[in-house]
């Protein structure tokens, strides 16, 4: 890695989430929100998408800087011309070849070019097609790391634990790039999935902090792992919530890709209600997606401490 300098980190484009508590995870009221009104098959497309959420309680988070956007093509292009490291998408997948090779399909206009550049007028969309370990290569280059689930949920919601980083009100084409389509058997069909927009567009959707971005047009990677089965038989990280949520120190060994990585945010090919700030999905370390990019965080402590350590706690018993 790079050896860390702060004074490099350019800060004017990152937002400042300051230390509190916030409400993480959804609440029954909410759910029955988000069902109100809808019809059986998109009441169960909820459940759905929010099946891996936790239920909500309050939650202590140390203080953090976040990115206010996702990380765009010209920025990682940046990285990929000072080190010479290639998005994962240039080579086979291990265990799904079949999935790594997207030359016939709408989405190969995002695909990354062979000398690591990138079609024209990508350069302010999130950078896509980029794996957990290529995110995390580009963050540790530049001095900052993934975001936990945690800290990706209050740089979103806010304090008070908003729906959506806008607040409460339904989404909208200009709080977020995500897919209106009504027909369900229409909703996946290329003409129907919006493509990817610039990580500057839907200002009416910026978070509390001032977040621009964090939901819709494509998922974010996060740090840690979304299920562990059994996590007191897991000697690598930290339980930072009942059943979820365990750090891992990152290493290129085997150990990492031994479990799922978290992601949140929604993309432009989900319908609304995935996009809430506490739904959460997983996938793969080594997935390679036109609907998966990242943000990177960095907090005080990195600059205090060789191996920098995360703290959260729970504040509340309750789980309603």
Request: charged share 25%; hydrophobic share 35%.
């Amino acid at each position: 890695m790079t050896p860390f300098c702060p004074d490099e980190i350019d800060f004017s484009t990152m937002v400042h989430v300051p230390a509190g508590e916030f409400s993480f995870g959804v609440s029954d009221a909410d759910f029955l929100a988000l069902c109100e009104g809808k019809d059986q098959d998109t009441i169960e497309e909820i459940e759905l998408d929010l099946e891996h959420a936790l239920s909500l309680r309050r939650v202590y988070v140390e203080e953090f800087w976040i990115d206010r956007t996702p990380v765009t093509y010209q920025q990682y292009h940046q990285f990929i011309q000072a080190t010479g490291y290639l998005p994962s998408c240039l080579s086979v997948m291990p265990n799904h070849p079949e999935r790594s090779d997207y030359r016939d399909r709408a989405e190969a206009i995002y695909l990354w070019h062979a000398d690591g550049s990138y079609a024209a007028g990508l350069e302010d969309k999130p950078a896509v097609f980029v794996s957990w370990y290529d995110a995390l290569a580009y963050c540790e280059w530049s001095g900052k790391t993934l975001p936990t689930e945690i800290e990706w949920e209050k740089a979103a919601r806010g304090s008070a634990g908003f729906r959506y980083p806008w607040g409460n009100a339904e989404p909208t084409e200009a709080h977020c790039n995500c897919n209106f389509t009504e027909d369900l058997e229409l909703r996946y069909e290329d003409a129907n999935i919006p493509p990817l927009r610039s990580v500057y567009a839907g200002e009416l959707g910026k978070s509390p902090y001032g977040c621009l971005d964090m939901v819709g047009n494509a998922y974010e990677w996060c740090w840690n792992s979304l299920w562990i089965p059994d996590v007191k038989a897991n000697r690598y990280g930290e339980l930072v919530s009942e059943r979820y949520l365990v750090r891992f120190r990152w290493s290129k060994g085997v150990i990492m890709r031994s479990a799922d990585r978290a992601m949140r945010g929604g993309d432009r090919l989900s319908e609304p209600p995935v996009h809430v700030c506490a739904a959460r999905e997983e996938a793969e370390p080594w997935l390679i997606s036109p609907y998966v990019g990242f943000r990177c965080v960095w907090y005080p402590s990195r600059i205090r401490e060789d191996e920098p350590k995360r703290h959260w706690k729970r504040v509340s018993s309750s789980t309603s």
